[in-house]
């Protein structure tokens, strides 16, 4: 049985597909991770509560509780891109 090039059994095995398109076996960081998603939620819920607390009844908007409820919004935001850039 002859040798067979590197390139053949790439190919064969397609293991140098799977390490190019994974990043070159990186492994995925925990702490980002969870920062993600916990900055997510907190999106979500900084969303959530900007829309109740901002607008209380109709036609009434509160300046005050917007800016709280919008700044959490911004920072989870921020948080959550950072997140998905680090992990």
């Known amino acids: 049985m002859g040798e067979e090039s590197s390139c ?3 190919a064969q095995s397609g293991f140098a597909y799977e390490q190019n398109y994974y990043g ?3 492994m995925i960081s925990e702490i980002w991770s969870l920062i993600c998603e916990v900055a997510l939620w907190g999106w979500v ?3 959530i509560f900007l829309i109740i607390y901002s ?3 109709r036609g009434k908007f509160s300046k005050r509780p917007a800016m709280v ?3 959490l919004l ?3 935001y921020v948080f959550w891109i950072v997140g998905m850039i680090m992990a």
């Open 8 to 10: 053949e059994l790439e």
């Open 74 to 76: 911004m920072l989870f």
């Open 45 to 47: 819920g900084a969303a």
């Open 69 to 71: 409820w919008g700044g």
């Open 55 to 57: 607008f209380p009844t």
């Open 24 to 26: 070159g076996g990186e």
